[in-house]
């Protein structure tokens, strides 16, 4: 059997209101991710896929359970260890700061280093290395606010190449790109055959890249399996209120959602 790389048990968190209530923002989250697979989250908008990955990537603490990666328990590793075994890549790719491209990427280096290291050749050639694969070393030189949104995304993929992590976790990293880039990006880190939960805004990249997917609804997991077992017309319209209709492709062999008009689904 595969062997887990991530698991989950009883994930509970919740952020504390105006009036210091707590409200259950995500609760009793089960999940495992096994070494080498593609895990998609989806849900609709605001079920609670970003804060699961916030409290995996501990920009949140959760209020209960347990997660233990690669065996060990996350929340007792040091921020420098669990940051040489996970890399992060969110939606969000503005830096406050004028950087190049290459110190951007500079940046993945940073748990492998003390406070006052120097850079060494070891790391130039990890870093550039990092840039070939995204096929932006030309673009080393360049100011990262000038970039494209996607160009952003590809730099930030090569700097947790430069972390040398082999699991990545993605906070839906298309979301706001063109399709070519989604596309793009997608291919790069299926291509690099390192573990991934990443969080999914569009079904049908989902359907294309996942492995398993699990579906969240209201801060609860409430369905899990393959693109072929969870993507379906009734579990669709369950989750997110739209009809549609689902095919296998006959070019890429996975299933394909065709959206269908409110007008069209009630035949008016």
Partial sequence: MT????????MSFSY??????????????????????????IGPNGSGKSTVLK????ALTPDTGTV?????????????????KLGVVGQENDVPFDFLVEEIVAMGRSP??????????????????????LGMAHMARRNYQHLSGGE???????????QETDFLILDEPTNHLDISYQL????????????????????NMAALYCDRIYVLKEGAIVLAGTPEEVLTPQIIRSIYGVHCDT??????????????????????
Avoid: C, W
């Fill in 3 to 10: 062997e887990t790389r991530l698991h989950i048990e009883n």
């Fill in 16 to 41: 504390t209101a105006v009036d210091n209530t707590d409200e259950k923002t995500i609760r009793d989250i089960q999940l495992d991710v096994r070494k080498g697979e593609f895990v998609g989250l």
């Fill in 55 to 58: 409290n995996l990537y501990r």
């Fill in 68 to 84: 233990t990666l690669d065996g060990a328990d996350l929340f007792h590793l040091s921020h420098r260890e669990s940051a040489k």
């Fill in 112 to 133: 492998h280093k003390k406070l006052f290291d120097l850079e060494t050749k070891e790391d130039v050639r990890i870093i550039h290395h990092a840039l070939e694969h």
């Fill in 152 to 162: 952003k995304q590809r730099v930030l993929i090569a700097r947790v190449i430069a």
């Fill in 184 to 203: 793009q990006i997608f291919d790069f880190v299926k291509r690099l055959g390192v573990t991934v939960l990443s969080a999914i805004h569009d079904l």
């Fill in 247 to 268: 095919a296998i492709h006959p070019a890429t062999g996975k299933v394909s959602i065709t959206y269908m008009p409110a007008a069209l689904a009630s035949g008016t």
